[in-house]
Structure formats: C-alpha cells, structure tokens
C-alpha cells in the first residue's frame, strides 16, 4: 500500500481581531526552546450484534490519531469497553519545528458469546509508543495558516499480534484560519499500517486509514471554548494469508462535540466525544491536560499581533 497525501482547501484568510484567541489554537502552535506535557484518558466502547469473524478495527483519539484493536469473533453480541492512558512530550525547536514522543497504555473489557455461552476477556497492556514531528507555515499573508505532522511507531504493541517497531506511520496537514472569536480547522491524515504477524504466526496485511475532520472552534470567553465537526474515515479491508480478505472496507462518519477550559496560565484542559453518525456502534469520550514546562512563552494574542503587524 502507498501512501497517499491530501491537498489542503485554500480560503482568504480573514483579519484577526487582537483580543482572547480561542483556547483549541494552543494545539495548532510551537513554542521554540520550550515544552509541552500531553496527558489523556479516552473511554472507548463498541457494539457488535451480528456474526462476525475476528477482525481488526480502530479507536479514534482525535486529529487523525487512531489505535488498531481487535475485534472480538461473536456470534451474536459482543460489547467493548476501553481505557486509554495517553502520555506524551513535545519540544519547540524552532516557532515552526516541533518534535515529540508519546505513548498509550490501554485496559480492555470484552463481552461475547461463542458456542451459545458468554465470555468475559480483561487485559492491560502498553499499546503503542510514537515518535512525531510538525512543522508550522504561519507567515503566509496569501493562504490561512497550516501545518504538517507526521508519525512513526517506535513500538506498535497491538492485542493478537507480534510486536513490532516501524509498523505504522502517520502523515498529515492542518489548515486553519482565525476571525476572534472563532477558529475554522480542517485536518487530513493518512495511516500506514505495515505487514504483522499474528501470535499464531499467520502473516496478515492490516488496512490502511485515511481521515478527514473539519472542525469549528469558538471562544465563549477568555477561558472557555467549545467546539464541534464532523469527519469521515476510511480503512481498508485486512487481508490475512490464509484466508484472503474476511471483512470489507470500512467506511464511518463522525461528530465530534468539545470544550477547552484554561485551568492556569500553564495548563489548559480539553474534553471530547466523538462518536459514529454512520457506519458503526462505537464512541470515545476523552479529557485531556496540555502543561507548559519552563518559562511561559507569550500570550497566544501577542503572538498573532506580532506576526500580523
């Protein structure tokens, strides 16, 4: 599979009133010689109420962020929940070049039938382990302001298969553009997701996944602001050696409901859910805390006069 890339959608970017930015713009910036501590716990939950063979799907984190896991084989019913502990680093290099590590440990619940009987799994384990980049385009007086990530896992840990590193990489974009108080993002990613090998030692070729998320944020007041998108995402198909391709691509919609609240100067915290429109039975709920270590840089509105002067 190749990877694939998005072309960004160029709007005229509006003229940026000077007073409180909204809160969810922290996300979209560097700040050089400083960094950033990302904590998150996330609830995932599905729903399955058909036959259906073992297969792989997703939990969707956010800003084109994904975990791959197992579903279940049922027979008739099966339910999952999941908690997902987020933890991760960033540092400024520059005010456009930002590099990071993050990692996420999960505690899994699942309830099935097989041969007519119900089933009851735990387990906990570390999932993954990234290490990511993002660079910002902010100068550009034609185009909204934009940035670029990308991604690769240093340890891919998923439930039912060997471990490895290397196996998957994330690209991506953000354009977003700011009139005060609102600020409008679009996001594009593509995830590779690289040949595995199950414990039973069977090759399967996990399906890639392509997302896009359009999202409206706005600033209630200096310490509160709400958000809300929708977005769609698409994964391919598995395809295992010895036995060819068992599922079909899979295609969902989303909406995405949230709110950042500035809890200091330091710190902000954020909560989201998102949750299927279409194409499945399964929802994240998420709170996160991003903490600026060191020396506070300058308020967000200084930064955007300075750049706009």
């Known amino acids: 599979m190749k990877l694939k890339y998005l072309m960004p959608i160029f709007a005229t970017v509006s ?18 010689n400083r960094f950033k501590l990302d904590t998150s ?12 063979p073992q297969t792989y799907g997703m939990a969707d984190l956010g800003n084109g962020r994904v975990i791959i896991l197992p579903a279940p084989a049922a027979e008739n019913n099966s339910n999952t929940d999941m908690l997902i502990v ?31 009987k119900p089933n009851q799994s735990n387990n ?30 240093a340890y891919d840990n998923t439930q039912g298969l060997r471990s490895k590193s290397g196996s998957s990489v994330l690209v991506g974009g953000t354009v977003y553009t700011i009139n005060d108080p609102i600020v409008l993002s679009l996001t594009g990613s593509y995830q590779y997701n690289g040949n595995r090998k199950t414990l039973h030692n069977t090759a399967v070729d996990l399906g890639d996944v392509l997302a896009i998320n359009g999202v409206v944020g706005f600033a209630v007041n200096p310490d509160i602001t709400l958000t809300g ?16 391709q068992i599922s079909h691509n899979q295609t969902q919609t989303l909406l995405n409901l949230g709110m950042a609240y500035a809890l200091s100067a330091r710190s902000n915290l954020t909560a989201n859910v998102r949750t299927n429109i279409s194409g499945g039975n399964n929802s994240t709920l998420s709170l996160g805390i991003t903490t600026k270590l060191g020396a506070l840089p300058p308020p967000l509105s200084e930064k955007y006069r ?3 002067k």
């Open 306 to 308: 300075q750049s706009n």
């Open 15 to 32: 003229t940026i009133a000077h007073a409180d930015l909204p809160l969810t713009v922290e996300d979209l910036t560097t700040d050089k």
């Open 41 to 52: 716990l996330s609830y995932y939950n599905q729903s399955q109420t058909s036959l259906a």
């Open 124 to 153: 906990r384990f570390l999932q993954d382990i990234y290490l990511g980049m993002q660079y910002s385009f902010k100068d550009n007086k034609k185009f909204p302001d934009s940035l670029l990530f990308a991604e690769i896992s």
């Open 86 to 116: 987020g933890a991760g680093l960033r540092y400024g290099i520059s005010d456009s070049w930002e590099v990071g590590v993050r990692g996420n440990f999960v505690h899994t619940t699942e309830r099935y039938t097989i041969d007519q």
């Open 229 to 244: 998108g929708v977005g769609i995402q698409y994964k391919k198909a598995d395809n295992f050696e010895d036995m060819g």
